[in-house]
């Protein structure tokens, strides 16, 4: 069983940062496609941000050029690095897992996920 456990989150003004963490366990020597979500309240859950097994990453355009995706495969933790943040990020955040392995960012495909993480932005 894939566990999936978030931090990082916080509050901060316009044009601050944040750096999500997201802790994995329960691989069992199979890859799975990762991604970051966000759900604002009154809001669908929407893609932020996925890597593939190949390495390949996506993005909503909302966040392109702002967030960065990566992880660190000998620690089984994915990062979201979040730069330039509007206060239209504001959300909980959510680590996910795909057992496809190129699940880019559709939520349909992620059916493994972490409890999540509140991000706050200020304006």
């Known amino acids: 069983q894939v566990q999936l456990v978030e931090s990082g989150g916080g509050s901060v003004q316009a044009g601050g940062s944040l750096r999500l963490s997201c802790a994995a366990s329960g691989y069992r020597d199979r890859c799975y496609s990762m991604g970051w979500f966000r759900q604002a309240p009154g809001k669908q859950r929407e893609g932020v941000a996925g890597v593939g097994c190949d390495g390949s990453t996506f993005y909503a355009d909302s966040v392109k050029g702002r967030f960065t995706i990566s992880q660190d495969n000998a620690k089984n933790t994915l990062f979201l690095q979040m730069n330039s943040l509007k206060p239209e990020d504001t959300a909980m955040y959510y680590c996910?897992?795909?057992?496809?392995?190129?699940?880019?960012?559709?939520?349909?495909?992620?059916?493994?996920w972490g409890q999540g993480t509140q991000v706050t932005v200020s304006s």
């Open positions: 996910a897992a795909s057992p496809s392995p190129q699940a880019r960012i559709w939520v349909v495909l992620f059916g493994y």
